[in-house]
């Protein structure tokens, strides 16, 4: 049976004890990592890492660097603004050419309830949030974001 719904997830300012829980608690199947580069100087999500806490779980684990966004185009920025700016780029000349991966991204999600990973609490503040609307679009899913409970201003 085809999933109706698509989550989304940030790990900023959660552990990889709180992922996990959200997820089980969602009944999400798999994640799929849409960040260029999977390394991260939190413990638990490089990629390895965060594959094992996954299989641990019972969830499986992709990675498709190729719908992230290159280092060199997120450096630097500080305001809201620039990252919406940056985003609407990545939705309209990055993201049309990428069909294959949106594709593969796109056998995916329909198989199975799943998460797009990456790294910013707020999913308007990340390129995820474009994906997931694409995805909504060509598959019509639900697309649904999990956020953090507590306030980014306060921390």
């Given at each position: 049976m085809k999933p109706w719904v698509l989550y989304t997830i940030g790990y900023q300012g959660i552990s990889i004890e709180e992922?996990?829980?959200?997820?089980?608690?969602?009944?999400?199947?798999?994640?799929?990592?849409?960040?260029?580069?999977?390394?991260?100087?939190?413990?638990?999500?490089?990629?390895?890492?965060?594959?094992?806490?996954?299989q641990a779980a019972e969830i499986e684990y992709f990675h498709i660097p190729q719908l992230?966004?290159?280092?060199?185009m997120r450096r630097g920025l500080k305001a809201n603004w620039e990252y919406v700016k940056l985003l609407d780029t990545y939705e309209k000349e990055l993201l049309p050419q990428k069909e294959e991966y949106i594709?593969?991204?796109?056998?995916?999600?329909?198989?199975?309830?799943?998460?797009?990973?990456?790294?910013?609490?707020?999913p308007q503040l990340c390129?995820?949030?474009?994906?997931?609307?694409?995805?909504?679009?060509?598959?019509h899913l639900r697309i649904?974001?999990?956020e953090p409970a507590w306030d980014l201003a306060s921390t």
């Open positions: 992922l996990i829980g959200d997820l089980k608690q969602n009944n999400v199947k798999c994640i799929v990592d849409v960040r260029r580069n999977a390394i991260s100087r939190k413990q638990g999500f490089s990629k390895e890492s965060l594959r094992k806490s996954c992230g966004i290159e280092s060199k594709n593969e991204l796109r056998r995916i999600v329909e198989s199975q309830v799943c998460a797009l990973f990456c790294f910013e609490a707020t390129h995820r949030s474009r994906l997931a609307a694409k995805l909504e679009e060509i598959s649904r974001h999990l």
